[in-house]
Structure formats: C-alpha cells, structure tokens
C-alpha cells in the first residue's frame, strides 16, 4: 500500500507549483491585518546560519512605489502596487543572495494564501539601489536589492504572456551523477 498525500498536502503542493508573477493590480489597498500575516510568515522564514539579515521596509504610500518604479530595469510595476515590501540586507554575497530569495518567495506564497497577488522588482545597479536608500531613509551599510509589491490581481487587463510552460523533469534532473 502507498501513502497518498492528503488533500492538504496536495492543496499546498498545488500552490507552491502554481505561484505566477503579478504585474497588474486594481486600486484597492491590502488590510493592515494581511500586511501583517505577511510579515510573520517573512520573520519566520529561515535564514543561513539563521543570521536573519534582513530589515523590511513596508511602502503603503503609491507615490513612493510610483517613485520606486523608476529604480531599476524590473521595476516599473510597482507603480500601480497597493504596498511593496523592500528588502533590506546587511551584507551582499552568496548566502544574503539566498537568503532574500527565500524571504521573497515567503512573501510571495503568504500573499498568495491571503488572496493577494504579487511580483518581485530588483534594484538593478548601484546607482539605483542608493537613490532607494535616500528615499526611504536607508543606512548605507543596508543593502536594498529588492522589493515585492503586492495587490488585488487585475485579470482584466493583459499581462506579460505566459511562459510556454516548464522544462521536463528529464531535462533538468539526472539520478547519481550527472547527465546531459
């Protein structure tokens, strides 16, 4: 006999493969309480070494996320978000890189539970990142390397089209060792 995976195994295992990018949002603001279950889920998110290394910073007002929509080369949607989340490290290398997909993705899945769409958006360059830091008060030895704007998913207005799908697992998986 095999074990099946429970419905909610299944419910859960549904939303992590089915999780899309938003880019279009209605005008409509998120309850504060939603902001705030979105925050838990990202405090407990795990981190290397469980150092933690990040300071969020919550952007409710759309003229700031107007102004951070012109920061980078990813940016743009955020003009038309309800809230961003903009990530903040204490350090830039490999484990801060993962680190902040992670918490990222959290954000991202939380919101998704909670009805509301989301994307992410990257400072792209130097240059970008400072101007966020002088926007938002930042300290210089806080690295702002992205953000997650979210809102009420717009499905009546177009969207990038949709990927042609994901790649076989044949293509992207080989069993002890290693094969092209």
Do not use: C
């Not at 961003?84 to 919101?111: C, F, K, N, P």
């Not at 539970?113 to 958006?121: M, R, V």
């Amino acid at each position: 006999m095999t074990d099946q995976p429970s419905p909610s195994s299944q419910s859960f295992l549904t939303a992590l493969r089915t999780l899309r990018q938003s880019r279009r949002f209605h005008d409509r603001a998120i309850p504060r309480e939603d902001l705030h279950e979105i925050l838990e889920v990202a405090r407990w998110t795990g981190s290397s070494k469980n150092t933690q290394p990040w300071h969020l910073v919550v952007v409710e007002d759309r003229a700031v996320n107007a102004e951070l929509a012109g920061y980078g080369a990813f940016t743009g949607f955020l003009d038309g978000v309800a809230a961003s989340i903009v990530i903040t490290l204490d350090h830039d290398g490999r484990s801060q890189a993962y680190d902040e997909g992670r918490i990222s993705e959290r954000i991202m899945l939380a919101a998704a539970e909670l009805g509301i769409g989301s994307g992410t958006a990257w400072f792209s360059s130097t240059e970008a990142r400072q101007r966020v830091r002088d926007l938002l008060g930042i300290p210089g030895d806080r690295h702002p390397w992205s953000a997650v704007g979210l809102g009420y998913t717009d499905t009546t207005r177009s969207q990038a089209a949709p990927s042609s799908g994901r790649k076989p697992l044949a293509e992207i998986v080989s069993w002890g060792h290693y094969q092209a």
